[in-house]
């Protein structure tokens, strides 16, 4: 079995590590109780999706803003 580990962007040293702990209970037979939360085939709800794109809305447009005023 091969196990990859990708997508640390901003928070490696944490989700590297999170990684690391998932795949190591992996190897060794036993169930992480964060691997769940962190499956490849994981699906989002549609409650989900919303909140997801509400946040990256708001994020976009403070930071939209904050250019403008700040670099007309």
């Given at each position: 079995r091969i196990f990859?580990?990708?997508g640390f962007s901003g928070n490696?040293?944490?989700y590297s590590m999170i990684a690391a702990h998932i795949i190591s209970d992996a190897i060794l037979g036993k169930?992480?109780?964060w691997a769940d939360i962190y499956r490849t085939d994981r699906v989002p709800t549609i409650p989900q999706l919303?909140?997801?794109g509400m946040n990256y809305t708001n994020?976009?447009?403070e930071g939209a803003v904050k250019d403008f005023f700040v670099n007309p």
């Open positions: 990859y580990a990708t490696g040293m944490t169930k992480h109780p919303a909140i997801k994020e976009f447009m």
